[in-house]
């Protein structure tokens, strides 16, 4: 069971969550987003590379993981938001536990946790 607080920075615009069980803050709005070093394009190449495309799909449509950049730029607690198929979510999940840490978000200069949600778009060829 979670228990949240949600509050807003007096200065900024950061608006964050405290898990009162933990005390623990997750920053839903930011004064920068967190991002894949190199860059969105660096990105979709990674997961091109990476994706390993099942031989039986016979699958499309859109997928959703969210998952949280910790202040060290590492990802954690992944999550599938929207579902294929148990399978296809597991790939998604392998790609994004092979990427390398991220740039975290930012927050009056300082890094934050906070949550990203992706999307994998499956296409049949």
Known sequence: MFNFIFGQDSIHTCI????????THLYLKVDTEPSYP??????????QKNLAY??????????FVSFIVEVSGKISTLKIVKSINKEI??????????MPDWIPATCQNKNVRSTVI???YIALD
């Open 16 to 23: 964050f969550e405290i898990d009162t069980l933990t005390n």
């Open 89 to 98: 979510d597991q790939t998604a999940i392998d790609v994004i536990n092979k």
């Open 54 to 63: 099942l031989a039986n799909d016979c699958y499309s449509g859109r997928i």
């Open 38 to 47: 190199g860059g969105r394009v660096e990105m979709m190449k990674f997961i």
């Open 118 to 120: 992706l999307p994998f």
